[in-house]
Antibody, heavy 117, light 107 residues
Framework: QVQLQESGPGLVKASGTLSLTCTVS?????????WSWVRQSPGKGLEWIGE???????YYNPSLESRVSISVDTSDDQFSLKIDSVTAADTAVYYC???????????WGRGTLVTVS | DIQMTQSPSTLSASLGDRVTITCRAS??????LAWYQRKPGKAPNLLIY???TLQSGVPSRFSGSGSGTEFTLTISSLQPDDFATYYC?????????FGQGTKVEIK
């Protein structure tokens, strides 16, 4: 059974870089899926951040594109998120998720809270 | 980008009630819509994709309908495990967007 698990610091200083990793267990990241990051800020809805394919191809939410980078490590079945120049507005629960080719999300991690102070 | 609007934001219901949640898209998305259930501290769960296709393992009391700009998620008989927040998501047009969520509470 494939599972996703987010990991990384729960507290990041303002103007710093937020870094998270998602580990795929029970399966391979080298499939015909896209691997995404989604977040939910306090009092707001879900926001798609971006996605990466096993080849390293990426797409990002235009509102975050200038500060976001997503990468993949197929040897370790992990993908990672970096957000630069964070502010309090980046405080959120961050989820990693597996998307089908059509781009709906059929598997999610439990999420990890990141607070920017 | 395509805006997704859900209503209501909060819904109070009793066990056994029939519950309907509406999701509207700011432009036509054909049937490219998914529904998710989210509970605190748990991974969100895909319920329905392509507007009305039930994901494997999801109870049959959940159903979805609609096309174009208006969609509904229906729970035919509310069970204790169904108290949660529900989100719609469009995947017709890049970039993928979600509704703001509907919280189903115990009445």
């Amino acid at each position: 059974q494939v599972q996703l698990q987010e990991s990384g610091p729960g507290l990041v200083k303002a103007s710093g870089t937020l870094s998270l990793t998602c580990t795929v267990s029970g399966g391979s990241i080298s499939t015909s899926n896209w691997w995404s990051w989604v977040r939910q800020s306090p009092g707001k809805g879900l926001e798609w951040i971006g996605e990466v394919y096993q080849s390293g191809s990426t797409y990002y939410n235009p509102s975050l594109e200038s500060r976001v980078s997503i990468s993949v490590d197929t040897s370790d079945d992990q993908f990672s998120l970096k957000i630069d120049s964070v502010t309090a507005a980046d405080t959120a629960v961050y989820y990693c998720a597996r998307a089908t080719i059509q781009r709906y999300f059929d598997l999610w991690g439990r999420g990890t809270l990141v607070t920017v102070s | 980008d395509i805006q997704m609007t859900q209503s209501p934001s909060t819904l109070s219901a009793s066990l056994g009630d029939r519950v309907t949640i509406t999701c509207r898209a700011s432009q036509s998305i054909s049937s490219w819509l998914a529904w998710y259930q989210r509970k605190p501290g748990k991974a969100p769960n895909l319920l329905i994709y392509k507007s009305s296709t039930l994901q494997s393992g999801v109870p049959s009391r959940f159903s979805g309908s609609g096309s174009g700009t208006e969609f509904t998620l229906t729970i035919s008989s509310l069970q204790p495990d169904d108290f949660a927040t529900y989100y719609c998501q469009q995947y017709k047009t890049f970039f993928w967007t979600f509704g703001q969520g509907t919280k189903v509470e115990i009445k």
